[in-house]
């Protein structure tokens, strides 16, 4: 009967300092240093594959002006922005005043051929 007693106010005691705001402070810092680290992690390939598609590309757009070398790498910087891009400029063809001709097309092939 006493363990019982003893278990139901360790418990109770045990939820009071939990739901404190100096425990749920640190709860928070813990959990969003946590999902920093495990979206880090999750995102290692993902950058990978696009440091060595900027690899690649580098020497194609090395005789670009800069600001069309900026916007490329910008460009490769984030899946996201690859995505628009591709879906924007290589699948519809639609008018980029940075990237055109045989550098678009070349882009393109490039991005076609990265596996994520």
């Known amino acids: ?68 070398r900026d916007y490329i790498m910008n460009m490769t910087s984030s899946r996201s922005k690859l995505e628009h891009f591709e879906r924007y400029y290589c699948m519809t063809e639609d008018k980029n005043p940075f990237v055109y001709g045989n550098t678009r097309i070349y882009l393109c092939s490039e991005i076609r051929k990265l596996e994520f």
């Open 1 to 68: 009967m006493k363990r019982t007693v003893v278990l139901l106010l360790e418990i109770a005691l045990l939820l009071i300092i939990l739901r404190s705001s100096f425990a749920q402070y640190l709860l928070v810092d813990m959990q969003n240093s946590l999902s920093g680290w495990i979206s880090h992690v999750a995102e290692m390939g993902e950058r990978k594959t696009l440091s060595e598609l900027q690899e690649r590309i580098n020497p194609t757009i090395a005789n670009l002006n800069e600001y069309q």
